[in-house]
């Protein structure tokens, strides 16, 4: 039977379309579409599809404003985030158009003959987005993907569908033919759950919370199909008492409030070494208060909504039965808002500090020794990010060679560059994703012995 989802705007709570879902049956069909359109494209000469991926790159370039409106209307994100978001697929797709002519195989020295290997592609991916981040997260899957001669099927979230369908709009003009992009709006027990039982594709890149992921790998043993996994996170922003406190308070906010706290990487637990732990909350509160959570259309906002009245329900769970240092602004009335919000933790087992919050909310415990820093820090099921801070070479290089995590920054809060790798350990991931490597995982590596006599 088929359904249709309203997009509401976040920020106001009002309607914004109407999106029909694909049924179990057009899922289907879409799903052979894109099985019919793999031969041809794995075969297009590796220049002639790298030339295909710079022109859609380019039409998304030329299409930037377009999409960030979209996404600011659709997912409340801030204007400024909304354009880099959106440029974000046009660079990974700019990156990636470099890899078809670049999939090198390795010629192994063996007696008697020539020894080389292929990195074929696997035919159809399916690629499973989370509203948090629609536009890069679905190039991260797409760009590698298509690169390595793959044909694409992608699931937008329920909520966010607007720009994937857009960017699949755009695929076309671009060039590329039916069939190679594949965008299916629709419900993750329909269409993500068709992804994962339908024999044709080869594949599943997903991104999204730890319990569908759990789901997904167990439903993709059945037929031992490859997959990806970008779960969640709890990661740790650590300060030592020897770090830059005003650089340190400064970013602090900006690591953790960022897209309203919904990000995977999200320090949305500080510690702060005993000694400095009220002078850097001294800091940071300035730095809280003085953040912009307005209307992210605004060009000066830095901070927007939660996306849907249950994720800030939510969200304002946590805050019960919790010690609340401070507060950032947020505006009053209709839309999805929770102002940034700093909490003191005071046990390691309060839900606050040990589950993914996904809003804007942080909390902050003091440590004393670096020992104990990390016990702490690794005192988690996930293990995706986190950041520390000191002007100590030595305990830099330690630390970040201790926190057990895929993406670590010193002295910053940056997590993702599409040229380099990008994943989780423990229940944050399996795989990597963006970086140099990124087609090999979208492909299956071939040995061919060829004999000489
Ligand atoms: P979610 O797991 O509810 O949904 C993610 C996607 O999976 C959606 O498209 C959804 O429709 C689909 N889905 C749901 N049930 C499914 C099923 N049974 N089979 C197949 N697909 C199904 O997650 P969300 O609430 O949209 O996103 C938030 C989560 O994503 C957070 O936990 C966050 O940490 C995580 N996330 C991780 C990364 C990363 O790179 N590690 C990045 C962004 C978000």
Not at 128 to 134: A, L, T
Not at 228 to 248: R, W
Not at 313 to 327: K, M, P
Not at 404 to 433: C, D, I, M
Request: proline fraction near 6%.
């Amino acid at each position: 039977m088929s359904t249709s989802y309203t997009v509401l705007n976040p920020a106001t709570g009002q309607p914004v379309t109407e999106v029909a879902e694909a049924t179990l049956e057009e899922t289907d069909l879409l799903i052979e579409r894109a099985a019919d359109a793999f031969p041809a494209w794995r075969d297009v000469a590796p220049g002639e599809r790298a030339r295909l991926l710079r022109r859609f790159a380019a039409v998304v370039d030329e299409h930037v404003d377009e999409l960030a409106d979209l996404e600011v209307r659709n997912a409340g994100h801030t204007l400024g985030n909304a354009r880099w978001e959106a440029g974000n697929v046009r660079d990974v797709l700019n990156y990636y158009s470099a890899a078809p002519e670049r999939l090198f195989g390795r010629q192994i020295p063996v007696a008697g003959g020539v020894d080389v290997t292929f990195h074929e592609p696997l035919g159809v991916v399916g690629v499973i987005v989370p509203w948090n981040f629609p536009m890069p997260i679905a190039g991260w899957g797409f760009a590698p993907a298509l690169a390595a001669g793959n044909t694409v099927v992608l699931k937008p979230a329920e909520l966010t569908p607007l720009t994937a369908i857009r960017i699949g709009e755009l695929a076309l003009e671009a060039g590329l033919p039916e069939g190679v992009l594949t965008v299916v709006p629709g419900k993750g027990s329909v269409v993500g759950e068709r992804f994962v039982t339908h024999p044709a594709v080869r594949k599943v890149c997903f991104t999204g919370s730890t319990a569908v992921g759990k789901r997904i790998m167990a439903g993709c043993a059945e037929q031992v199909k490859r997959v990806t996994l970008e779960l969640g996170g709890k990661s740790a922003n650590i300060v030592f008492a020897d770090a830059d406190l005003d650089k340190a308070a400064a970013a602090a906010p900006y690591a953790v409030f960022d897209n309203a706290g919904q990000d995977c990487c999200a320090r949305s637990r500080i510690l702060v070494q005993r000694s400095a732990h009220d002078e850097f909350l001294e800091r940071m509160e300035r730095a809280v208060r003085a953040m912009r959570v307005i209307d992210p259309a605004d060009p000066d906002s830095e901070m927007g909504p939660l996306i849907s009245a249950k994720q800030k329900e939510t969200v304002t769970g946590y805050l019960e039965d919790v010690e609340v240092a401070f507060t950032g602004d947020a505006p009053d009335g209709d839309g999805f808002w929770v102002p940034p919000t700093v909490v003191l933790a005071s046990d390691t087992a309060q839900p606050v500090w040990r589950e993914e919050v996904f809003g804007p909310v942080v909390a902050v415990m003091p440590f004393d020794t670096e020992e104990e820093a990390l016990a702490l820090a690794n005192d988690t099921e996930y293990g995706l990010s986190g950041s520390i801070y000191t002007r100590d070479l030595g305990r830099a290089l330690r630390v970040s060679r201790g926190v057990q995590a895929g993406n670590l920054s010193v002295n910053s809060h940056s997590s993702v560059r599409y040229w380099t790798p990008f994943g989780g350990f423990k229940q944050s991931g399996l795989g990597r994703e963006l970086g140099p490597d990124a087609p090999n995982a979208f492909t299956e590596e071939k040995n061919v012995f060829i004999a000489q006599d």
